[in-house]
């Protein structure tokens, strides 16, 4: 049996072990975000802000979502796969490093943030008319 043939069974069990957890988490943190942190989004109210104020909102949530992502991401990078030591699998191969990436976690509460997207098609709008 080859090196890559043992191997990916091994990388798709962990990467689907990592992804539950990665969704999971951004879930209910995009709903902590939205629906808690930040008031309901008013499509109305929002169009009335100046252009200045609506990028910095815009910008001030993509920091506050990706700081979130790095954070969890660090924690989770020191749950053990139970994949470890299989075949050799663990922290040395690059793989395990790029499945625990906070890129995933931003994605998720990236297309789950309401409030993030409807700001951002309002401010995109005032440039592309």
């Known amino acids: 049996m080859s090196f890559l043939s043992k191997m990916l069974p ?6 689907v072990y990592v992804i539950l957890i990665y969704v ?12 808690y942190l930040l008031p309901p989004f008013d499509a109305e109210k929002e169009k009335k802000k100046s252009t200045i104020i609506l990028y910095i909102q815009v910008m001030l949530q993509l920091a506050l979502q990706g700081f979130i992502s790095i954070v969890i991401a660090s924690l989770l990078h020191n749950i ?7 075949e050799g699998y663990g922290e040395k191969f690059s793989e395990w ?3 625990r990436n906070g890129a995933i976690i931003n994605i998720i509460l ?20």
């Open 10 to 15: 091994i990388f798709l069990i962990d990467y």
């Open 80 to 86: 053990p796969s139970p994949m470890q030591n299989i």
């Open 24 to 35: 999971s988490i951004a879930f209910w943190l995009a709903v902590l975000i939205d629906g």
């Open 110 to 129: 990236f297309t789950l943030s309401k409030t993030l997207q409807g700001r951002l098609h309002i401010l995109f709008n005032r440039f592309v008319r």
């Open 97 to 99: 490093a790029i499945i």
